[in-house]
């Protein structure tokens, strides 16, 4: 039954996608659209008659055929001619275009716009209509950016003075946006309500003109074609010379008295007769006249009607463009759902939503199932202000899940479908990004604009699909437990038997049995034999893994389905198209060579499922394509599964991340062709993701659907000293006591120096020494931590300062690693943590100083109550400063007992923080002793604990504490399950922004025009300071000419753009925030400001970056080009300089020779160099250079946005000028050996490959994890790591507490480890050698691993082996034969059980 479309099929065309294959397309130039103004060109045959000419810029296009509509009715009279041309805002990008809008307001009368808010866009609009503003007779404009909306003119009225001075219209308006926290559209609205109160403040002439701008605005509004031709005549009859002499007659004719407005706000439908502005009045319409078939048919049946709330955009109604808005409600009515259609007269929708999506007469109550924003919008405020937590608050009252549809504004469907980036990055970022704060899942591409008439139009199969899932969704709300059907997905990669189960810091099988017990505790259906009592994480693998003797391997996981190849073809549409690739099914993956085979194990109406892998993990023609492969039989054959055969209501996929969202599609805005499209089909997709990795989880959200529920990384803990670094502490101590003996002080010197070899802390210490011309010289021109000068020293003939400053730089390193945040074992989820365990989280957070929250970091309140500078103290312990090295340690230790003294006030008897106690306030108030200022009093911090600043710091910290403690992770599950809105969060580094927490959230990223933050440029500023010392320091004062860098998405939502603008200061540009605080501006820093010579940079941007902030590549890139069309000295612009050199190498401009930001691939991700060594799929490096190139050289260019094509030899020329390699750690929860991705995206090697000189650029790292920034080599950095994690007991003992997980953990920082010998050279042989002691010589270890994770102890084995056979570790033959040995012997062992 499809009523509307019945009625209406003459008017709607609707394309599919394979249409829409079919139909021309124009080349874009490098342009998102090609679409022509000249198009939009309404002329008409000279005559006598009064003429005027309009020229009218948009942002939407649905006021397009309308503007036709009005001047053709004026020109078809005999009374006035007009002209008229539109332009789409985004036309503006193209030269042509913007040559031919300055010609046409060359002779125009009038000129209109509305929603320009695209900053660069703006700047075109202004320049242009400023310097045509004196000779046209009107500009009106109206919202847009506060510069646009400045030239508007009529007669006497200005908005010359906006945002800058006093008038009573602005005054209004801004009181209204205060009160309302509305936008700036909302303002205006309100105005026009009360414009008799406001005009008899104005003089006679401005009363009449400011009445002519809101009159306007009020026929604007309108939309119809008798609205704009009433405003179009008005203006011209009033401020045009040509045509003032019409005759009242005939304005009195065609003009229409007072606009006609549909109600600020009301209920739509297509059918009904009129617009209801009373929910009950409308329901009455609905089920009398227009459900009546549907009604009666449910209640025959007993089912009961999901209802879908429907959010719409007025002017498209006002407009008569809703073409694309019927097709959806009729395919919703067709499924048989009820519809409520709302709309609101600006960009607030909280009202209408509240006011109709409630039922009156059931107090209240929520009557809708599941909402659609059809609008693109956030729900409150338009594209120019937004308020996130009153949308929160409307969404959270009516509690059911919130889908934001997106309708095309600047592509039309053609160029869209052609589009490799998918939609348009400024729609991404308004249309997107800021419904994803509100909570908005799905953004599916429902309808565009037809590329002639502007009018929006649906896409059938974008249609059928989000009316299928908004209903899926829906059926959550109504279908009860015990009939719902969950497909729980988990991960396996590397692909391998020991590997199942893969999420990062995630304990999953133990995570899946705290969620199996809570949906049998909620009533689901696990089967018969389900036992809550007697379910352990052991038990559950056993089933999916077929049986216990599995984990020692079998041929395949348990087999839950095998698919025929007939039932495969015959529900797999798109399977044919799979065989480019992968050849006919089965294929030799998850097959038996008849069937396809999907693995995993049934309990009841839960089915746990093994994903299959990509496919092309160990095979390296596949890895080296530039392009990702489309998904494998079996893979497809699993979604297959999981929608079409075991039907499922919902799938959870467990932990970060699988490779659904990264599987080869457009970046944004899936078509029917998007293979994480296809795949994900129409089951609402449950995602849990780690709380710190909101990049990747903003691509599951977008690329595959997903609503996100965030989990917390493991408690962190300070990773302590052990073994030789214990003993080498010890011996810091001893000297700190007896430093003045003339015996005893030297004494010790010379054994640490001695305990440094031992420890291999010799490294470091040697390469500062190097470094420090002073202190070299102080010890006589000797290094005592060099190997072959060490046994000629002796402290005894250096001086007590030099003893000083070589204890303190060993002091210092060892406080580095003891201090170090470590997280322990594996989170299950649901586990909050303890008390004890959420100590080293709050000491991170209470370090930082937060201006923002007026809160002072403890740290420096306690070095101010020293009369020290905190950055001195920091300064001189880097430097070796005993002293202040001392202090320092005093003020950590300090530190930790202060925030220790609140947490146990708030723990229970169990170790647990049941309820945050303001006991702080409780002490002082009674005996001025809070437990915080007693434990700085004892660590000898009398004058800090009596400073006031405490009380703010400590009031966050009791708030940080509840965060931290608290827990909705189960929670949220449950709620989504039963189809109820899941509460947005932002994601992130806990530590630096503590609302990441509580978990349980619907995870998002951040606005992406916000960034970089003020303070994320102070911060860079630092770095970049601290790096470019540091490389004058290694290089002799010089500095380098050209930096490799590499940006990651993750890193820039948790820092706010710290890296990004550290690119920025590099190459000395400064960005700027727009009127409305987006950051789309740039300005030259001068060369006598910046006191250096500006540096080149080479850009490597993650593809999750480039997805999620193509529009910041847009400023990267014109800022490097704005460094290189600077005329200025070339020792002082490298930039320039590199930019020449290239130009006249390949013979391009030097704008096109100064591209400099690279990524993959539009919908390809990574070097794929971690999977070639995660898989051993590699011959040797040159494949994984040649790998880095092919994938990674696809070039952003800001004057072609619209495409990022490859560009390899600009690449490799581009990299062949570094000098240096740099890469930013922003958090303590993830550093070099604990993904492959760090590796995966270095450059090293490639750019050592391409010098000319064949020179190793120096690699380099950025530590931000701590208030005191550090900047190390690549080197340093490594054995941190190692020292800090897979060498440390602290953190191996904790893994292995987490059982089989826990040693797969173990073996992968292994290998990530090794992958840093393979892209950089920069392990060295010690990481090896003692974590060869550690899990292979002692024969504990050994037996261990083996009874825990069979597998994984092979994998450890092997890496161990290839690293030897590949020349990174250097060890005794003994060695490698007991590792040879052991290989066998679990080889054996696995084929013995197999057998």
């Given at each position: 039954?499809?009523?509307?479309?019945?009625?209406?099929?003459?008017?709607?065309?609707?394309?599919?996608?394979?249409?829409?294959?079919?139909?021309?397309?124009?080349?874009?130039?490098?342009?998102?659209?090609?679409?022509?103004?000249?198009?939009?060109?309404?002329?008409?045959?000279?005559?006598?008659?009064?003429?005027?000419?309009?020229?009218?810029?948009?942002?939407?296009?649905?006021?397009?055929?309308?503007?036709?509509?009005?001047?053709?009715?004026?020109?078809?009279?005999?009374?006035?001619?007009?002209?008229?041309?539109?332009?789409?805002?985004?036309?503006?990008?193209?030269?042509?275009?913007?040559?031919?809008?300055?010609?046409?307001?060359?002779?125009?009368?009038?000129?209109?716009?509305?929603?320009?808010?695209?900053?660069?866009?703006?700047?075109?609009?202004?320049?242009?209509?400023?310097?045509?503003?004196?000779?046209?007779?009107?500009?009106?404009?109206?919202?847009?950016?506060?510069?646009?909306?400045?030239?508007?003119?009529?007669?006497?009225?200005?908005?010359?003075?906006?945002?800058?001075?006093?008038?009573?219209?602005?005054?209004?308006?801004?009181?209204?946006?205060?009160?309302?926290?509305?936008?700036?559209?909302?303002?205006?609205?309100?105005?026009?309500?009360?414009?008799?109160?406001?005009?008899?403040?104005?003089?006679?002439?401005?009363?009449?003109?400011?009445?002519?701008?809101?009159?306007?605005?009020?026929?604007?509004?309108?939309?119809?074609?008798?609205?704009?031709?009433?405003?179009?005549?008005?203006?011209?009859?009033?401020?045009?010379?040509?045509?003032?002499?019409?005759?009242?007659?005939?304005?009195?004719?065609?003009?229409?008295?007072?606009?006609?407005?549909?109600?600020?706000?009301?209920?739509?439908?297509?059918?009904?007769?009129?617009?209801?502005?009373?929910?009950?009045?409308?329901?009455?319409?609905?089920?009398?006249?227009?459900?009546?078939?549907?009604?009666?048919?449910?209640?025959?049946?007993?089912?009961?009607?999901?209802?879908?709330?429907?959010?719409?955009?007025?002017?498209?109604?006002?407009?008569?463009?809703?073409?694309?808005?019927?097709?959806?409600?009729?395919?919703?009515?067709?499924?048989?759902?009820?519809?409520?259609?709302?709309?609101?007269?600006?960009?607030?929708?909280?009202?209408?939503?509240?006011?109709?999506?409630?039922?009156?007469?059931?107090?209240?109550?929520?009557?809708?199932?599941?909402?659609?924003?059809?609008?693109?919008?956030?729900?409150?405020?338009?594209?120019?202000?937004?308020?996130?937590?009153?949308?929160?608050?409307?969404?959270?009252?009516?509690?059911?899940?919130?889908?934001?549809?997106?309708?095309?504004?600047?592509?039309?469907?053609?160029?869209?479908?052609?589009?490799?980036?998918?939609?348009?990055?400024?729609?991404?970022?308004?249309?997107?990004?800021?419904?994803?704060?509100?909570?908005?899942?799905?953004?599916?591409?429902?309808?565009?604009?037809?590329?002639?008439?502007?009018?929006?139009?649906?896409?059938?199969?974008?249609?059928?699909?989000?009316?299928?899932?908004?209903?899926?969704?829906?059926?959550?709300?109504?279908?009860?437990?015990?009939?719902?059907?969950?497909?729980?997905?988990?991960?396996?990669?590397?692909?391998?038997?020991?590997?199942?189960?893969?999420?990062?810091?995630?304990?999953?099988?133990?995570?899946?049995?705290?969620?199996?017990?809570?949906?049998?505790?909620?009533?689901?259906?696990?089967?018969?034999?389900?036992?809550?009592?007697?379910?352990?994480?052991?038990?559950?693998?056993?089933?999916?893994?077929?049986?216990?003797?599995?984990?020692?391997?079998?041929?395949?996981?348990?087999?839950?389905?095998?698919?025929?190849?007939?039932?495969?073809?015959?529900?797999?549409?798109?399977?044919?198209?799979?065989?480019?690739?992968?050849?006919?099914?089965?294929?030799?993956?998850?097959?038996?060579?008849?069937?396809?085979?999907?693995?995993?194990?049934?309990?009841?109406?839960?089915?746990?499922?093994?994903?299959?892998?990509?496919?092309?993990?160990?095979?390296?023609?596949?890895?080296?394509?530039?392009?990702?492969?489309?998904?494998?039989?079996?893979?497809?054959?699993?979604?297959?599964?999981?929608?079409?055969?075991?039907?499922?209501?919902?799938?959870?996929?467990?932990?970060?991340?699988?490779?659904?969202?990264?599987?080869?599609?457009?970046?944004?805005?899936?078509?029917?062709?998007?293979?994480?499209?296809?795949?994900?089909?129409?089951?609402?997709?449950?995602?849990?993701?780690?709380?710190?990795?909101?990049?990747?989880?903003?691509?599951?959200?977008?690329?595959?659907?997903?609503?996100?529920?965030?989990?917390?990384?493991?408690?962190?803990?300070?990773?302590?000293?052990?073994?030789?670094?214990?003993?080498?502490?010890?011996?810091?101590?001893?000297?700190?006591?007896?430093?003045?003996?003339?015996?005893?002080?030297?004494?010790?010197?010379?054994?640490?120096?001695?305990?440094?070899?031992?420890?291999?802390?010799?490294?470091?210490?040697?390469?500062?020494?190097?470094?420090?011309?002073?202190?070299?010289?102080?010890?006589?021109?000797?290094?005592?931590?060099?190997?072959?000068?060490?046994?000629?020293?002796?402290?005894?003939?250096?001086?007590?300062?030099?003893?000083?400053?070589?204890?303190?730089?060993?002091?210092?390193?060892?406080?580095?690693?003891?201090?170090?945040?470590?997280?322990?074992?594996?989170?299950?989820?649901?586990?909050?943590?303890?008390?004890?365990?959420?100590?080293?989280?709050?000491?991170?957070?209470?370090?930082?100083?937060?201006?923002?929250?007026?809160?002072?970091?403890?740290?420096?309140?306690?070095?101010?109550?020293?009369?020290?500078?905190?950055?001195?103290?920091?300064?001189?312990?880097?430097?070796?400063?005993?002293?202040?090295?001392?202090?320092?340690?005093?003020?950590?230790?300090?530190?930790?007992?202060?925030?220790?003294?609140?947490?146990?006030?708030?723990?229970?008897?169990?170790?647990?923080?049941?309820?945050?106690?303001?006991?702080?306030?409780?002490?002082?108030?009674?005996?001025?002793?809070?437990?915080?200022?007693?434990?700085?009093?004892?660590?000898?911090?009398?004058?800090?604990?009596?400073?006031?600043?405490?009380?703010?710091?400590?009031?966050?910290?009791?708030?940080?504490?509840?965060?931290?403690?608290?827990?909705?992770?189960?929670?949220?599950?449950?709620?989504?399950?039963?189809?109820?809105?899941?509460?947005?969060?932002?994601?992130?580094?806990?530590?630096?922004?503590?609302?990441?927490?509580?978990?349980?959230?619907?995870?998002?990223?951040?606005?992406?025009?916000?960034?970089?933050?003020?303070?994320?440029?102070?911060?860079?500023?630092?770095?970049?300071?601290?790096?470019?010392?540091?490389?004058?320091?290694?290089?002799?004062?010089?500095?380098?000419?050209?930096?490799?860098?590499?940006?990651?998405?993750?890193?820039?939502?948790?820092?706010?753009?710290?890296?990004?603008?550290?690119?920025?200061?590099?190459?000395?540009?400064?960005?700027?925030?727009?009127?409305?605080?987006?950051?789309?501006?740039?300005?030259?820093?001068?060369?006598?400001?910046?006191?250096?010579?500006?540096?080149?940079?080479?850009?490597?941007?993650?593809?999750?970056?480039?997805?999620?902030?193509?529009?910041?590549?847009?400023?990267?890139?014109?800022?490097?080009?704005?460094?290189?069309?600077?005329?200025?000295?070339?020792?002082?612009?490298?930039?320039?300089?590199?930019?020449?050199?290239?130009?006249?190498?390949?013979?391009?401009?030097?704008?096109?020779?100064?591209?400099?930001?690279?990524?993959?691939?539009?919908?390809?991700?990574?070097?794929?160099?971690?999977?070639?060594?995660?898989?051993?799929?590699?011959?040797?490096?040159?494949?994984?250079?040649?790998q880095f190139i092919s994938r990674k050289g696809f070039a952003f260019n800001s004057d072609k946005p619209g495409q990022i094509d490859q560009q390899t030899e600009l690449f490799k020329s581009a990299l062949a000028t570094v000098d240096v390699t740099f890469q930013n750690l922003d958090s303590s929860e993830i550093s070099l050996s604990d993904v492959s991705h760090y590796y995966d995206s270095d450059p090293t090697k490639v750019v050592q490959g391409l010098r000319k000189d064949g020179r190793t650029p120096s690699a380099m790292m950025a530590d931000t994890t701590t208030a005191n920034a550090q900047v190390r080599t690549l080197q340093e950095t490594v054995r941190l790591d190692a020292r800090t994690k897979l060498l440390n007991p602290k953190f191996y003992e904790g893994m292995l507490n987490s059982g089989y997980e826990g040693a797969r953990e173990i073996t992968k920082r292994l290998r990530n480890t090794m992958g840093w010998s393979a892209t950089a050279g920069g392990v060295d042989n010690f990481v090896y050698e003692d974590a060869n002691d550690v899990f292979i010589k002692d024969p504990d270890m050994q037996k261990r691993l083996l009874e825990t994770n069979p597998n994984a102890f092979r994998d450890m084995v092997g890496t161990f082996l290839e690293a030897n056979g590949r020349g990174y570790w250097d060890t005794d033959d003994d060695n490698i034969d007991r590792l040879q040995e052991l290989y066998q012997e679990i080889e054996d062992r696995l084929e013995g059980v197999a057998a």
């Amino acid at each position: 039954r499809r009523p509307v479309v019945q009625m209406m099929s003459s008017t709607l065309e609707k394309p599919t996608t394979t249409q829409i294959k079919k139909m021309p397309t124009q080349t874009s130039g490098g342009f998102f659209t090609t679409s022509r103004p000249e198009d939009r060109r309404v002329t008409y045959e000279a005559d006598e008659k009064p003429a005027f000419k309009v020229v009218y810029v948009v942002l939407e296009s649905q006021y397009q055929s309308s503007m036709t509509a009005a001047v053709k009715s004026l020109n078809l009279g005999n009374d006035v001619r007009c002209e008229c041309v539109g332009y789409l805002l985004e036309e503006l990008r193209d030269p042509k275009n913007v040559e031919a809008f300055r010609r046409d307001l060359s002779d125009a009368n009038i000129f209109v716009g509305s929603l320009i808010f695209v900053q660069e866009l703006a700047d075109v609009v202004t320049e242009a209509v400023a310097a045509a503003r004196e000779d046209l007779d009107a500009v009106v404009v109206f919202p847009s950016m506060p510069e646009v909306m400045r030239l508007n003119k009529l007669g006497s009225f200005t908005m010359a003075s906006l945002g800058q001075s006093k008038s009573v219209i602005g005054d209004f308006m801004k009181q209204k946006k205060k009160d309302d926290q509305g936008s700036f559209e909302e303002a205006m609205l309100k105005l026009l309500r009360t414009l008799p109160k406001v005009l008899k403040y104005l003089p006679g002439d401005k009363a009449k003109d400011a009445k002519s701008f809101l009159t306007s605005f009020q026929y604007w509004l309108g939309g119809s074609p008798e609205n704009l031709r009433s405003m179009l005549l008005t203006l011209a009859s009033t401020y045009v010379a040509e045509c003032a002499d019409l005759s009242t007659e005939t304005l009195d004719k065609l003009i229409i008295p007072d606009p006609v407005l549909l109600p600020d706000k009301g209920i739509w439908h297509p059918l009904a007769p009129k617009v209801f502005e009373d929910v009950d009045e409308y329901d009455a319409w609905y089920d009398a006249e227009h459900n009546v078939y549907v009604e009666q048919q449910r209640q025959t049946e007993g089912q009961q009607q999901p209802t879908v709330g429907v959010v719409l955009q007025k002017s498209h109604i006002n407009t008569g463009d809703a073409g694309h808005y019927v097709s959806l409600i009729s395919e919703l009515e067709a499924r048989g759902a009820r519809v409520v259609c709302i709309y609101s007269g600006g960009l607030d929708f909280s009202g209408p939503m509240k006011d109709y999506f409630v039922s009156k007469k059931s107090g209240q109550k929520t009557k809708v199932d599941s909402v659609i924003n059809l609008t693109g919008f956030a729900l409150v405020g338009g594209p120019a202000s937004q308020d996130h937590p009153k949308a929160v608050e409307t969404l959270k009252a009516l509690n059911v899940p919130y889908l934001c549809a997106v309708p095309l504004v600047f592509q039309s469907f053609q160029e869209w479908q052609a589009s490799e980036l998918g939609l348009h990055p400024v729609q991404v970022a308004l249309q997107v990004s800021l419904p994803e704060l509100d909570g908005a899942i799905e953004p599916i591409i429902f309808a565009g604009r037809e590329g002639m008439t502007g009018k929006s139009v649906p896409l059938d199969d974008r249609v059928s699909l989000l009316a299928a899932r908004a209903l899926k969704w829906a059926t959550l709300k109504a279908k009860e437990n015990k009939d719902k059907r969950i497909a729980v997905t988990i991960f396996s990669f590397p692909p391998d038997k020991g590997n199942v189960g893969t999420a990062a810091y995630l304990d999953v099988f133990g995570s899946i049995a705290a969620v199996a017990k809570e949906l049998h505790r909620k009533g689901y259906d696990l089967g018969e034999d389900f036992d809550a009592e007697t379910l352990t994480a052991e038990n559950l693998m056993d089933r999916v893994l077929n049986d216990k003797e599995a984990k020692y391997d079998s041929p395949t996981l348990n087999v839950a389905y095998r698919m025929s190849l007939s039932e495969y073809y015959d529900k797999t549409p798109y399977a044919e198209e799979l065989h480019e690739n992968w050849g006919p099914a089965p294929g030799e993956l998850n097959s038996d060579g008849q069937n396809l085979l999907v693995f995993g194990a049934k309990f009841g109406n839960v089915f746990i499922g093994v994903q299959p892998s990509f496919g092309y993990e160990g095979d390296p023609m596949r890895l080296l394509f530039s392009k990702s492969a489309s998904p494998h039989h079996g893979f497809a054959a699993y979604y297959t599964y999981l929608e079409k055969i075991f039907e499922a209501d919902a799938v959870l996929h467990f932990g970060t991340h699988g490779s659904l969202e990264f599987m080869p599609g457009k970046q944004v805005g899936m078509s029917a062709t998007c293979y994480p499209d296809r795949l994900a089909g129409t089951i609402p997709n449950l995602y849990y993701y780690a709380a710190n990795n909101p990049s990747e989880a903003t691509i599951a959200k977008r690329r595959s659907y997903a609503a996100t529920i965030s989990y917390l990384t493991p408690p962190a803990e300070n990773a302590g000293l052990y073994k030789g670094l214990k003993e080498l502490s010890d011996l810091v101590s001893s000297y700190q006591g007896l430093r003045e003996s003339d015996a005893r002080g030297p004494s010790i010197v010379n054994s640490i120096i001695a305990a440094s070899f031992t420890c291999n802390v010799d490294k470091d210490m040697a390469f500062f020494i190097s470094k420090d011309a002073a202190l070299y010289a102080s010890l006589n021109s000797q290094n005592p931590f060099l190997e072959e000068e060490t046994a000629n020293f002796d402290a005894k003939d250096v001086s007590l300062d030099a003893r000083d400053q070589i204890v303190g730089l060993v002091y210092r390193k060892l406080m580095e690693i003891e201090s170090r945040l470590l997280p322990m074992g594996l989170h299950t989820v649901g586990v909050p943590p303890t008390a004890e365990e959420a100590i080293a989280t709050l000491v991170s957070i209470a370090e930082i100083d937060r201006p923002e929250d007026d809160v002072v970091g403890l740290p420096r309140v306690i070095a101010n109550s020293q009369k020290r500078s905190l950055e001195d103290v920091y300064k001189n312990a880097d430097a070796g400063i005993l002293e202040d090295v001392d202090l320092l340690q005093k003020i950590t230790f300090a530190t930790r007992a202060s925030v220790k003294a609140l947490v146990d006030a708030s723990t229970d008897s169990d170790g647990r923080v049941k309820k945050v106690e303001p006991v702080a306030k409780m002490f002082e108030n009674a005996f001025n002793l809070a437990p915080y200022r007693t434990a700085l009093k004892e660590a000898g911090f009398a004058a800090a604990a009596n400073d006031p600043k405490l009380t703010p710091l400590f009031d966050y910290l009791e708030f940080c504490l509840t965060q931290v403690v608290a827990d909705n992770e189960l929670g949220a599950l449950v709620d989504a399950l039963d189809g109820d809105y899941v509460v947005p969060g932002p994601g992130g580094d806990p530590i630096r922004n503590p609302l990441v927490l509580p978990t349980g959230k619907n995870m998002h990223a951040l606005d992406p025009q916000s960034i970089p933050t003020t303070a994320a440029v102070d911060c860079a500023r630092r770095v970049v300071e601290k790096l470019l010392a540091r490389l004058a320091k290694d290089n002799n004062g010089a500095f380098p000419e050209s930096i490799a860098f590499t940006l990651w998405g993750t890193d820039n939502i948790k820092t706010y753009g710290e890296s990004l603008a550290q690119v920025l200061e590099l190459v000395g540009v400064r960005p700027m925030p727009d009127a409305l605080g987006r950051v789309n501006k740039l300005q030259l820093i001068p060369l006598e400001e910046l006191g250096r010579p500006r540096v080149d940079v080479v850009v490597t941007c993650s593809g999750v970056f480039r997805d999620l902030f193509v529009n910041q590549m847009n400023l990267l890139d014109r800022a490097v080009k704005m460094a290189a069309e600077a005329d200025e000295p070339l020792d002082q612009n490298f930039v320039r300089k590199h930019a020449l050199e290239q130009a006249a190498d390949m013979g391009v401009s030097v704008r096109d020779a100064a591209t400099r930001v690279f990524s993959n691939a539009a919908g390809s991700y990574s070097a794929n160099v971690g999977l070639a060594i995660e898989n051993g799929g590699w011959e040797n490096e040159q494949q994984l250079q040649d790998q880095f190139i092919s994938r990674k050289g696809f070039a952003f260019n800001s004057d072609k946005p619209g495409q990022i094509d490859q560009q390899t030899e600009l690449f490799k020329s581009a990299l062949a000028t570094v000098d240096v390699t740099f890469q930013n750690l922003d958090s303590s929860e993830i550093s070099l050996s604990d993904v492959s991705h760090y590796y995966d995206s270095d450059p090293t090697k490639v750019v050592q490959g391409l010098r000319k000189d064949g020179r190793t650029p120096s690699a380099m790292m950025a530590d931000t994890t701590t208030a005191n920034a550090q900047v190390r080599t690549l080197q340093e950095t490594v054995r941190l790591d190692a020292r800090t994690k897979l060498l440390n007991p602290k953190f191996y003992e904790g893994m292995l507490n987490s059982g089989y997980e826990g040693a797969r953990e173990i073996t992968k920082r292994l290998r990530n480890t090794m992958g840093w010998s393979a892209t950089a050279g920069g392990v060295d042989n010690f990481v090896y050698e003692d974590a060869n002691d550690v899990f292979i010589k002692d024969p504990d270890m050994q037996k261990r691993l083996l009874e825990t994770n069979p597998n994984a102890f092979r994998d450890m084995v092997g890496t161990f082996l290839e690293a030897n056979g590949r020349g990174y570790w250097d060890t005794d033959d003994d060695n490698i034969d007991r590792l040879q040995e052991l290989y066998q012997e679990i080889e054996d062992r696995l084929e013995g059980v197999a057998a």
